[in-house]
C-alpha cells in the first residue's frame, strides 16, 4: 500500500508520520476523528489540510494495526 500524503523527516516533528512535510501528525488527525470530530471541523481547524489527507491517515492508521494473528 502506499501512503504518498504520509511523510517521515527526522526534522519534523522527530520524524514521525506527518501529512506532506507538515507539522501536521497522523495521530492528530486520528486522535480528532476517534474523539468524534467531523471532517469539515478538522480541516476548518486545520485549513493547509485537505480531505485527502484525513483519509490517508486514517488509512494508515489502520494499516498500523494490523496484525498477524496466531492460533494456539
Same mark, same amino acid.
Given at each position: 500500500m502506499t501512503f504518498d500524503r504520509i511523510t517521515f523527516d527526522p526534522q519534523i516533528m522527530g520524524g514521525r508520520a506527518c501529512i506532506r512535510g507538515m507539522? !501536521?501528525?497522523v495521530?492528530? !488527525?486520528?486522535r480528532q476523528v476517534a474523539h468524534g470530530a467531523a471532517i469539515d471541523e478538522i480541516l476548518k481547524g486545520y485549513p493547509d489540510l485537505?480531505?485527502?489527507d484525513i483519509r490517508q491517515a486514517m488509512e494508515y492508521a489502520a494499516?498500523?494495526?494490523e496484525e498477524e494473528v496466531h492460533s494456539g
Open positions: 507539522r !501536521i501528525t495521530s492528530v !488527525i486520528v485537505e480531505p485527502e494499516w498500523l494495526s
